[in-house]
């Protein structure tokens, strides 16, 4: 058999996948949006509906340049949220074409999004029940 648990993703690049043993996972802080990839400044990609960020104000396309009076790029941003307490708001400018704009967004635990698999060491007693059920109906 194969077990399956869904749980937060430890970073921007956890796709989830096949583990040898479900571990404990610890909290995740998150505020719904995904930054490209292909650039050092934290430009905003995705901006998850219902999420913090998207009740904060950002949109796509936003250049995040400092969290907290601290300047940042993308890795720093995305450290800075990761290390944010949740429920405390974070102090966000970004600019938005070339308006400069201070948002509040407060974290949230991440949601259980990443699936993972894990293989069963032998069949459970269902599995069996079943097998030989099917076996006596022949």
Not at 29 to 47: E, F, K, S, Y
Request: charged residues 30%; negative net charge; contains cysteine.
């Amino acid at each position: 058999g194969v077990a399956m648990r869904l749980r937060p993703a430890r970073d921007a690049k956890d796709a989830g996948g096949v583990a040898d043993a479900f571990e404990a996972v610890a909290p995740v802080t998150d505020i719904g949006l995904r930054l490209q990839p292909d650039t050092t400044d934290a430009v905003v990609a995705v901006v998850l509906h219902e999420r913090p960020a998207q009740r904060g104000g950002l949109s796509a396309g936003d250049c995040i340049i400092a969290i907290d009076g601290l300047r940042t790029d993308r890795a720093g941003a995305e450290e800075q949220i990761r290390r944010a307490a949740i429920g405390e708001p974070l102090r966000i400018h970004a600019f938005r074409r070339d308006e400069l704009m201070e948002l509040s967004v407060v974290p949230e635990p991440a949601p259980a999004d990443t699936c993972e698999l894990r293989l069963l060491d032998g069949p459970s007693d269902a599995i069996r029940r079943r097998a030989a059920w099917l076996g006596s109906a022949g």
